[in-house]
């Protein structure tokens, strides 16, 4: 779903968002922004940890290694630290 940035700054929850999220009337909340995504939380819930975050680059390195599971190019757990001497 998306929203579109007025000139007053001011951005409307859509309805349905705002339901899914659980916010109510009244409710205060609290903005989280890490690496140009804002989270937007009811204030006093726990935000979660946004510098958990993958990179374009780590989220890349992921997907390759998934593909490379999915076709069976895995390598054994007790080969990996052998070579790394662990």
């Known amino acids: 779903?998306?929203?579109?940035?007025?000139?007053?700054?001011?951005?409307?929850v859509?309805?349905?968002?705002r339901r899914r999220a659980g916010f109510k009337p009244?409710?205060?909340?609290?903005?989280k922004?890490?690496?140009?995504s804002v989270t937007i939380l009811p204030?006093?819930?726990?935000?979660?940890?946004?510098?958990d975050t993958l990179t374009t680059e780590e989220a890349k390195k992921v997907r390759h290694a998934m593909k490379q599971a999915r076709e069976g190019?895995?390598?054994?757990?007790?080969?990996?630290?052998?070579?790394l001497g662990l």
């Open 14 to 17: 859509p309805d349905a968002v």
């Open 43 to 51: 204030r006093g819930r726990a935000a979660p940890d946004l510098d």
């Open 1 to 12: 779903m998306t929203a579109t940035v007025k000139s007053k700054t001011l951005l409307t």
């Open 33 to 36: 922004v890490s690496r140009g």
């Open 73 to 83: 190019k895995v390598t054994a757990w007790s080969k990996v630290k052998h070579e």
């Open 26 to 31: 009244g409710d205060q909340v609290q903005f």
